[in-house]
């Protein structure tokens, strides 16, 4: 996927200045920067949450920057976990599957199979009957995850998903995280502020300083960058 000269205004307030990236199909990318940076935002336009002032967001050469989100093939999941208090876990992951256009619904029995699928991809088999206020926020985001999976999307997107669970916590995750990419081989971008989340987890790092893409690299090249920027935010 590749994003063309974007750029997003807030009022006066400039998020995105001619921003462009090219992500690999299969690639585990890191946008990564402080807070206001614009790396929210940047993930925002590829999932089609927001629309770009001008610029162009291409999915395997498709011109997708007017598409709505809901038709773009993506998953999304965000930092809060964003869950159904009153539905069970099965029918959390089963949500975007139970609201598809009755012509394209898979059927009862394939729903069924493919959340069972998913708990034991994010290790969680057996809770299908229990609810979220019963799991820990570590198990809430891996059911987050899973449901985000559900409609088998080419492209997954987390913005912060890790932010409000605890250090040990947050280290389990991201190893689990980077075993189920390389699983499913899914295109995954991955929005942090942590230098050491993006460094741990992904093939590419994209860093971003006042609404624009500082560098882009691996993490080993990061760590010696002679951007002086870039080497004060790592620091």
């Not at 709505?68 to 976990?81: D, K, L, N, S, W």
């Not at 992951?93 to 139970?98: E, N, R």
């Not at 394939?110 to 570590?138: F, T």
Request: aromatic residues 6%; positive net charge; charged residues 25%.
């Amino acid at each position: 996927m590749s994003v063309r000269s974007v750029s997003k205004r807030f009022s006066a307030f400039p998020a995105l200045t001619d921003v462009s990236l090219d992500i690999a199909a299969g690639e585990f990318m890191a946008l990564l920067g402080p807070s206001g940076s614009g790396k929210t935002t940047l993930l925002r336009v590829i999932a089609g949450l927001e629309v770009p002032d001008s610029g162009h967001v291409l999915f395997d050469g498709r011109d997708v920057t007017r598409v709505p989100a809901a038709e773009r093939g993506i998953g999304f999941v965000f930092q809060h976990y964003a869950l159904f208090g009153h539905m069970t876990i099965e029918q959390n992951i089963a949500f975007g599957l139970d609201v598809m256009k009755r012509r394209e619904r898979p059927p009862r029995s394939q729903i069924r199979e493919r959340v069972s699928e998913l708990l034991q991809l994010v290790q969680l088999e057996g809770y299908e009957k229990r609810y979220p206020n019963q799991l820990s926020g570590g198990q809430r985001q891996r059911i987050a995850l899973a449901r985000a999976l559900a409609r088998r999307p080419s492209i997954l997107l987390l913005d912060e998903p890790f932010g409000a669970l605890d250090a040990k916590v947050r280290r389990e995750l991201r190893s689990a995280l980077r075993k189920i990419h390389e699983e499913i081989g899914l295109t995954s971008i991955f929005v942090t502020h942590d230098h050491e989340e993006a460094f741990g987890l992904a093939d590419r790092v994209s860093i971003l300083g006042t609404g624009r893409i500082l560098e882009v690299g691996t993490p080993n090249g990061l760590r010696t960058s002679a951007n002086q920027v870039v080497r004060s935010f790592l620091d």
